[in-house]
């Protein structure tokens, strides 16, 4: 579990906060103190944890680690965040809803009811402008730059004299690979939903007025966390927001996935077996190992994995 947080060279730990002020960190102590804050493991897991790879959810599971303050604060701005997320402007709208199905914990941020009988499921993200961008599938393209008559440019002078000029533009194809665990994540809650509001509405009567409905569309509401920033604008992320539609996966498919991760996971913590690496997609193609993964040394020490030589 995480127990500790560096800052300012220092590693401070929760008791250590709780004696004393956080002295020699190079944020306030109330920055540390949220870093801190982790969800506990209950033996049940949450739907977010099953969109890790499983052998880091396990490590993280099972092992004390520490975080750097510079790699968390980030995902401060999302926490903070759900406080303003969490107020509905009436009846018909139901906020930070939390859920429970097939054994896995869900929270998402809402459900609105349309007065055409829709029920649209919005899930709420800050994100960087280069996972923004990777989602979308903005891309650069270089071309030559061509002058009035169709000819190729050539820079004339400088160090590039002789070179081709080229030019950017951008591009948009998005990868479904790089799609999927939002939309599996977004489906998730939509399945679970319409199994409460088709069988279990006596265990969540906060949703009897829309007993018997079903959830037709999600959506995706993202924030940049870096917005108006040039490399931002680079990356072609130059709207303040990105209201998007998510489409509908089959229901039998999201079971499916979300019992194989959740059986894999609860597996490996009851046979105390090392899970699986991470799959590249999981594993970022090696750059969370590298960078940003909290458990890499354990998973490291355990010997397999050739991200981490
Ligand atoms: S180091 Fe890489 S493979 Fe190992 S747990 Fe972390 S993300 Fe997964």
């Known amino acids: 579990m995480l127990d500790a947080v560096w800052s300012g060279g220092r590693l401070f730990t929760k008791e250590h906060l709780i004696k004393n002020t956080g002295k020699g960190a190079n944020v306030p102590p109330t920055i540390l103190w949220a870093a801190l804050q982790d969800r506990e493991w209950t033996g049940k897991p949450h739907i977010t944890d099953l969109l890790k790879g499983p052998r880091q959810k396990y490590l993280e599971i099972t092992n004390d680690y520490s975080v750097t303050v510079d790699s968390v604060i980030k995902s401060l701005y999302g926490k903070a965040m759900h406080g303003i997320f969490d107020s509905s402007p009436n009846d018909d709208c139901w906020t930070e809803v939390e859920i429970d199905y097939l054994d896995v914990l869900m929270r998402f941020d809402a459900i609105y009811y349309h007065n055409n009988g829709e029920l649209t499921l919005c899930d709420n993200k800050i994100l960087g402008s280069y996972a923004i961008a990777k989602y979308l599938g903005l891309k650069k393209e270089y071309t030559p730059a061509l002058d009035e008559y169709g ?105 499916e996935e979300i019992t194989t991760r959740r059986d894999t996971l609860l597996h490996a913590l009851e046979t105390e077996e090392m899970p699986r690496l991470c799959t590249p997609r999981e594993a970022w193609d090696g750059n969370k190992c590298v960078s940003y993964c909290p458990v890499s040394n354990v998973c490291k020490a355990h010997g397999d994995n050739t991200y981490l030589t």
Do not use: C, W
Not at 238 to 254: G, H, I, Q, S, T
């Open 151 to 255: 000819n190729q440019q050539i820079y004339k002078t400088g160090q590039k004299k002789g070179q081709t000029v080229m030019t950017s533009r951008l591009t948009r194809d998005p990868d479904p690979a790089d799609q999927y665990d939002f939309h599996l994540q977004l489906n998730a809650y939509r399945v679970a939903m319409n199994d409460i509001l088709a069988n279990r509405i006596g265990l969540y009567p906060q949703f009897k007025n829309i007993a018997g409905m079903e959830v037709s569309h999600l959506k995706l509401f993202i924030i940049p966390r870096d917005g108006n920033l040039r490399e931002a604008i680079s990356r072609g992320i130059d709207e303040p927001f990105y209201y998007l539609d998510v489409p509908v996966m089959a229901d039998e498919l999201v079971r």
